[in-house]
């Protein structure tokens, strides 16, 4: 009976201690957590685009708000649209996407109206890059970052001088004489602008399949009897210094540096009229993080910081305040007097763009 006993209080008080472990250990944990919600909460997670967020220049913003920007990267709108399909909005709270794929973004509920009175700096936006078509009244978008369509032109290939005829022909007729060329990979851009071309020449479409045909036969002669040399982005600034290439399909922010430093460079737009591309933030549809989001657009939107992001990336700035100085010719909102200038819009598939590579790589 004594041993019973004993036995039993051996227990009762092993399970005391144990309960008393389990206690302090539950209590840990919960702390733990409560302490990763509370880091959670003052931190934001962006997806951006490479050329236009710069880490290094938010450590101030850090500090001074003790909120944490975590950025990651996407190479395309395709590959943002895909990252918030796959997470259903959640794990994000502010994204870049560009203005032809807005509707798709706001269709689907990607992103949520923004709200224009805690922003400090809207009466300073560029009023050019304001109700955009695919954002009329900018109730989804604030806009950031602009760029123009254009050939980059290495001069040694053409005399020393601006060809007298800035057309698109320099890239897509590809009767006129060889010269090496380089084109862009973006599919949905390169092909927006070959099928430009062809309506310049009126060019006509019996439906979509044979607007995707023609513009594809196009840019399969092109490659045939033009040399392209790449489809590329990130080659562009060697294949023009280099002299690899007479002439690029490329944006003002492809070579914008490249002008300001090499003087055998030039970017022209092409006498038929261009493309621009916007790049707007949009808040994601289920982030809570509203405050610190528009705290952080705040602070990037100042002019003095603003300007740092202008000069590093060469992009004509969004705010009226911020003058455009060291901009080379052209690249600057005033385009807009001079010839026409058009959207994008995103008219293919994901199967088709597919479908337009694969059949551009075996041509």
Not at 19 to 34: D, E, N, R, T
Not at 78 to 98: C, F, Q, V, W
Not at 187 to 196: C, D, G, H, P
Request: a negative charge; one cysteine or more; glycine letters at 4%.
């Amino acid at each position: 009976m004594e041993k019973n006993q004993l036995f039993n209080y051996d227990v009762i008080i092993k399970s005391i201690i144990i309960f008393f472990w389990l206690c302090i250990a539950g209590s840990i944990l919960y702390s733990s957590s409560k302490l990763l919600s509370k880091k959670n909460e003052r931190s934001l997670n962006i997806l951006a685009w490479p050329q236009i967020i710069d880490g290094d220049f938010l450590t101030d913003f850090e500090e001074q708000t003790g909120i944490r920007v975590n950025i990651s990267y996407f190479e395309s709108n395709e590959e943002l649209l895909a990252k918030l399909r796959g997470t259903k909005n959640h794990g994000y709270d502010l994204i870049m996407p560009s203005d032809y794929m807005l509707q798709t973004f706001i269709n689907e509920l990607h992103i949520k109206e923004i709200n224009k009175t805690k922003l400090t700096f809207w009466q300073d936006l560029e009023p050019a890059l304001l109700n955009n078509k695919n954002d009329p009244l900018n109730h989804f978008t604030i806009p950031c970052f602009w760029t123009v369509f254009g050939i980059g032109l290495n001069l040694n290939h053409f005399n020393g001088q601006l060809p007298e005829d800035i057309s698109w022909k320099l890239l897509f007729d590809y009767k006129q004489k060889q010269k090496p060329i380089g084109m862009m990979e973006n599919i949905v851009q390169m092909f927006s602008i070959a099928q430009f071309y062809l309506n310049s020449k009126h060019f006509v479409y019996d439906d979509h399949a044979s607007r995707l045909e023609s513009t594809l036969t196009l840019l399969i002669l092109q490659k045939k009897y033009r040399r392209v040399v790449a489809y590329t982005e990130s080659r562009i600034e060697y294949m023009l210094a280099s002299g690899e290439c007479a002439a690029c399909l490329c944006s003002s922010a492809d070579i914008a540096k490249m002008v300001n430093h090499f003087d055998h460079i030039a970017f022209a737009i092409p006498k038929e009229g261009t493309f621009a591309s916007l790049d707007s933030f949009a808040i994601t549809s289920q982030t809570t993080k509203d405050d610190l989001i528009y705290a952080f657009l705040n602070y990037i939107y100042q002019p003095n910081i603003m300007k740092k992001y202008v000069e590093k990336f060469q992009f004509p700035a969004p705010l009226k305040s911020i003058p455009d100085e060291n901009l080379p010719a052209g690249i600057s909102f005033d385009i807009y007097n001079h010839i026409p200038v058009h959207s994008f819009e995103h008219w293919l598939t994901p199967e088709e763009i597919e479908y337009i590579w694969l059949t551009l790589r075996a041509a």
